[in-house]
């Protein structure tokens, strides 16, 4: 196996996410919009997106770190709206993108129609993540998509299974459909809430944060793997799995959390860049398989497509977000009133990726008898132009629609409060039950060991409301930033003579590992502290 080809997809498209960091425009954007260029310079190999390697390999470890950092409570929430979204857009997506297809395309089946709408239905939840975090959106809009696109890939997966057994000639029915559905999903949430606690439990019960972290690596494989066993939703249960471990990650060992924060946001950096610059690349091949459709023609198809589907969302997502509230009284007395500008964003915020483009890739050849797939081909490239038109158009597109829309900032100087008022009734605590321990004769320290304990919760106390303090009229600098500098400045100085006594043989490597260990843990503390 030529490896060669790998190294270059990884390096390379980690080395553009990092470069669009400086640059106003979006890393999913600038690896989409280099991958296309990059396609055609000579030399450069095929990189064929592969379902089998996308879909159990890659959309596991992305569903995973998403959903464990986003907030179950707040999902909890907007279950209502999420539900209408990951599910009722989905199917509705669906029929009228495949409804539209057949009709503007002579001689495409209904059924290989509906298979396009399915596999071009959902949004992206790598894209809408990167998009929400880059812009600063709203916090429920913002759990709205994220939802919304952790739960829409299992809706489209099985809408895509029923709409292919269709069209390859199995006999699909209405009722078969809905209840492949409901298997699906009703499976892959019950997969999820079985292996949620044991995992958890195995996460709380390991010692050793290298096989913590080994374990946190594989639980998306494994709760995606299981479910496919038992032909349930996969994407669902990587979902339930994520939000209970991230909503109980608190109760996991201090070491194991730093060190799996650390992981997997390297993973999430490294497959999310590589994600982006595959769709780019795939456009040779989609265009060598083409076939008849060329020129114009092809062209009119795919700008006809992608207005159908943007045109769709808006058709589902202001009725979606107005009419319940006019029939519902309970719906108006739990949920904020909706605006037309959270409408306005929702819809313009449809996003597809690569869940789309690995599904198209996964239809058949042939179907049963042996002929040739209706309009693959065809189809493959209107899902390719479908999800860069969506990507570059709508990315580029939806920065400046939120700035014009002037959506409420946020207030820090309140979230400081908060989050000074939350601190402050930890430290009362945490001074509470330090007076109780030390009452105890088995937990006397001497005097300067027990100030330094109180000296430290006093510093985590006032550190939040330094904050809010005026900045230093000579540096520029708050006290907190002060602060930070100091204390890595003489973390600084005790790292050189730590390396300077190993360097003269005075302690050796692997006391020197530990001692820098000691001060890093101690310096990350510092920046915590100081916010």
């Known amino acids: 196996m030529d490896v060669m080809p790998l190294l270059l997809l990884v390096a390379g498209s980690a080395a553009i996410a990092a470069a669009a960091r400086?640059?106003?425009?979006?890393?999913?954007?600038?690896?989409?919009?280099?991958?296309?260029?990059?396609?055609?310079?000579?030399?450069?190999?095929?990189?064929?997106?592969?379902?089998?390697?996308?879909?159990?390999?890659?959309?596991?470890?992305?569903?995973?770190t998403s959903a464990s950092d986003s907030s179950y409570l707040d999902l909890r929430a907007q279950l209502r709206p999420v539900a209408?979204?990951?599910?009722?857009?989905?199917?509705?997506?669906?029929?009228?993108?495949?409804?539209?297809?057949?009709?503007?395309?002579?001689g495409m089946p209904l059924?290989?129609?509906?298979?396009?709408?399915?596999v071009v239905a959902p949004p992206d939840a790598v894209a809408?993540?990167?998009?929400?975090?880059?812009?600063?959106?709203?916090?429920?809009?913002?759990?709205?998509?994220?939802?919304?696109?952790?739960?829409?890939?299992?809706?489209?997966?099985?809408?895509?299974?029923?709409?292919?057994?269709?069209?390859?000639?199995?006999?699909?029915?209405?009722?078969?459909g809905i209840k492949e559905f409901l298997l699906a999903a009703v499976g892959g949430v019950g997969v999820g809430l079985i292996l949620m606690a044991p995992l958890h439990w195995l996460r709380t019960h390991l010692k050793e944060p290298l096989l913590?972290?080994?374990?946190?690596?594989?639980?998306?494989?494994?709760?995606?793997?299981?479910?496919?066993?038992?032909?349930?939703?996969?994407?669902?249960?990587?979902?339930?799995?994520?939000?209970?471990?991230?909503?109980?990650?608190?109760?996991?060992?201090?070491?194991?959390?730093?060190?799996?924060?650390?992981?997997?946001?390297?993973?999430?950096?490294?497959?999310?860049?590589?994600?982006?610059?595959?769709?780019?690349?795939?456009?040779?091949?989609?265009?060598?398989?083409?076939?008849?459709?060329?020129?114009?023609?092809?062209?009119?198809?795919?700008?006809?497509v992608f207005l159908?589907?943007?045109?769709?969302?808006?058709?589902?997502?202001?009725?979606?977000?107005?009419?319940?509230?006019?029939?519902?009284?309970?719906?108006?007395?739990?949920?904020?009133?909706?605006?037309?500008?959270?409408?306005?964003?929702?819809?313009?915020?449809?996003?597809?990726?690569?869940?789309?483009?690995?599904?198209?890739?996964?239809?058949?050849?042939?179907?049963?008898?042996?002929g040739a797939f209706p309009h693959r081909n065809l189809i493959?490239?209107?899902?390719?132009?479908?999800?860069?038109?969506?990507?570059?158009?709508?990315?580029?597109?939806?920065?400046?629609?939120?700035?014009?829309?002037?959506?409420?900032?946020?207030?820090p100087q309140a979230e400081t409060l908060a989050e000074a008022n939350a601190q402050a009734q930890a430290s009362r605590a945490a001074e509470a039950r330090l007076d109780e321990l030390l009452s105890d004769d088995r937990n006397q320290l001497p005097p300067p060991l027990a100030d330094r304990l109180r000296s430290v919760l006093e510093r985590r106390r006032n550190a939040v409301w330094e904050r809010l303090g005026q900045t230093n009229p000579i540096t520029g600098e708050s006290v907190d930033d002060t602060y930070r500098r100091l204390s890595s400045e003489m973390i600084s100085a005790e790292r050189a003579v730590f390396v300077r006594l190993r360097d003269h043989r005075y302690i050796d490597d692997e006391m020197l590992r530990t001692l820098l260990r000691r001060l890093d843990l101690e310096e990350a503390a510092a920046y915590r502290e100081a916010g």
């Open 212 to 304: 913590q972290n080994t374990l946190s690596l594989l639980i998306p494989f494994v709760a995606y793997g299981v479910a496919e066993q038992f032909h349930a939703s996969g994407v669902l249960a990587v979902v339930v799995v994520a939000l209970y471990l991230g909503h109980r990650a608190w109760e996991v060992d201090f070491a194991t959390r730093l060190q799996e924060g650390a992981v997997w946001k390297m993973v999430a950096f490294v497959l999310e860049s590589a994600v982006f610059a595959l769709i780019g690349l795939q456009l040779p091949i989609v265009l060598r398989g083409l076939g008849r459709y060329e020129g114009v023609e092809a062209a009119w198809y795919a700008v006809a």
């Open 111 to 118: 059924t290989a129609a509906l298979v396009l709408g399915a």
């Open 380 to 411: 493959l490239f209107l899902t390719f132009t479908t999800v860069i038109g969506t990507l570059v158009v709508q990315g580029l597109t939806l920065p400046p629609l939120i700035r014009r829309l002037s959506f409420p900032g946020r207030d």
């Open 84 to 106: 209408l979204l990951s599910v009722g857009y989905v199917l509705f997506a669906t029929v009228v993108v495949g409804w539209a297809v057949y009709l503007l395309v002579p």
């Open 22 to 64: 400086r640059t106003p425009i979006p890393a999913p954007l600038l690896l989409v919009a280099v991958g296309l260029v990059v396609s055609y310079i000579p030399g450069i190999p095929d990189y064929t997106l592969d379902p089998e390697v996308v879909l159990p390999l890659l959309l596991p470890p992305l569903l995973y």
């Open 128 to 176: 809408a993540t990167a998009v929400a975090r880059r812009v600063g959106l709203p916090s429920r809009i913002t759990t709205i998509l994220q939802g919304e696109s952790l739960l829409n890939d299992a809706t489209a997966i099985t809408a895509y299974k029923v709409a292919l057994a269709a069209a390859v000639g199995e006999g699909a029915t209405w009722a078969g």
């Open 308 to 370: 159908v589907v943007v045109a769709a969302r808006f058709a589902w997502v202001y009725p979606a977000a107005f009419l319940p509230r006019i029939f519902s009284a309970r719906i108006r007395e739990r949920e904020p009133n909706p605006t037309w500008k959270g409408a306005m964003v929702t819809s313009w915020a449809g996003m597809r990726g690569v869940v789309s483009l690995a599904i198209a890739f996964s239809i058949p050849i042939t179907v049963h008898g042996g």
